[in-house]
């Protein structure tokens, strides 16, 4: 091949190539941003250019035709430098705008890097905050569930016990006792305790005022005990608990109303991480352990006050009644045998409990409105007139107008107020009749009769026990109640048995 037609060749090869890239071109305009949209148009109108001279190229070569080549050379140089200028100019602001992206991708990475960390604490934030509230929670738990067991003991050990079992894994403490005052003595003394190897730390006693327990009461403020081995520290009971292993305690005092009950005491065998939290937590128990230990320590001291008192009322019914018999030698010893025999016959009855404290007074009461009755009547040696009777037969009315009054007494008025009715309704004071007697009176009527006939009296020898059980017998159905008569026949007086107590429950 010439060297003509082979330049024919390549610059057909070449035409075909640009216009290809012309295409390309048109479509690549498209997605151009504006600013750079005439440059491009520019690229395009240069790249028309060389079309047109590789064209006039190949019609030069084809055929000879009288051209000025130079001419069409150096159009086409310079063409092509204008071209690598645009081109370059375009790959210039191509990059700038790159690298002005790639420095923006770097700040918004940046931003979201710090978003990211930001993000990021505050995750650990809301974490360590839930955590918090957990824990929070679970305390709350726990205070509550100390203040249901407050609410519902009142046995000062099994207050203790409990309250300790909640303080221990609450505080994570590896021991806790409670020390209580004596307000006699002034000593700080064991009372309760949980986490302990030996028993020594049960004889721990601590004047108030001395030791760390006892200037915690003193003082009213926390005392820690950073080192237990060092004397200086003020914890005066380590032969106590040397074989426990502890290095430090705190002594919190434990105070309710203003009042000082004793303090909590909380070991350590490793020294805590304690915060601020803890230290609440801490006076927190503390105050609800001496919520709980106040009202142990009233409730025992209002059961024994409660005890007291009503043992000062028995006593006093118990006077009111060997009063009566003083003033009548021949009825010594009658109300006390009649009130076993009516505790007895009332529990077999099914009595029990508060029943028969009522029963038992009264029993004790039953002719407390003889008191108004004059001596001239009571003490007669012969039958009464019918005056005489109508005064004795108020004793009843009178006994109710006595005791009424008292409210501890009214449970106790059927016995003194009904215990002359008969179960024909032929009784005193008013006539009642059969089951409108209360089963007190009903009972205590047998028992009283019983009494009067196996004792001597001014009026009659004593009875035989067949002669009275027989007498006893013949009035069922008209002076007593029949199921009455029933069981006392059956259970019998007693009078061979050993005495019967008088309280409730036979005390």
Known sequence: MSVPSLAILLAAMGFLFL???????VRIRRGVPGEYRRAWDAVMGLIGFFLAGYAVFIAIEARPVRFPLALVTGAVFFAGAVFVFLVVDLTRRTVARILAHEAEIA??????????????????ARERA????????????????????????????????????QVMPLLGADAVDVLLLSAITQDLEYEAGRGFRGAGIQRSRERLGEGSAGRAALDRRLVHVHDLHDPAQGFRRFDLVRDEGFECCYAVPLIAKGQVKGVLEVFFRRHPESDPEWFDLLEALAAQAAIAIDNATLFNELQRSNAELILAYDSTIEGWSRALELRDRETQGHTERVVKLT?????????????????RRGALLHDIGKMAVPDSILMKEG?????????????????????????????????????????????????????????????????????????????????????????????????????VVRVFLEVGPGEDREAEGAGPEGG
């Open 19 to 25: 216009a290809a890239s012309v295409l390309a071109a």
């Open 107 to 124: 700040r918004v990475n940046a931003d979201l890097l710090r978003q990211n960390e930001a993000l990021e604490r505050e995750m650990a």
């Open 130 to 165: 839930e955590v918090q509230a957990r824990v929070r929670l679970q305390h709350l738990a726990a205070l509550h569930a100390i203040d249901m067991m407050i609410t519902s003991s009142l046995d000062l050990r099994v207050t203790l016990d409990v309250l300790l079992d």
């Open 343 to 359: 505790l007895r016959l009332a529990r077999a009855f099914g009595m029990r409990g508060e029943e028969l404290v009522h029963v």
């Open 383 to 483: 039958p009464l007139t019918d005056e005489e009777w109508e005064v004795m037969r108020r004793h009843p009315a009178l006994a109710f107008e006595m005791l009424s009054p008292i409210a501890y007494l009214r449970p106790a008025l059927d016995i003194p107020y009904c215990h002359h009715e008969k179960w024909d309704g032929t009784g005193y004071p008013r006539g009642l009749k059969g089951p409108q007697i209360p089963l007190a009176a009903r009972i205590f009527a047998v028992a009283d009769t019983w009494d009067a006939l196996r004792s001597e009296r001014r009026y009659h020898e004593a009875w035989s026990e067949a002669e009275a059980r027989e007498h006893i017998r013949s009035l069922a159905g008209t002076h007593f109640d029949p199921e």
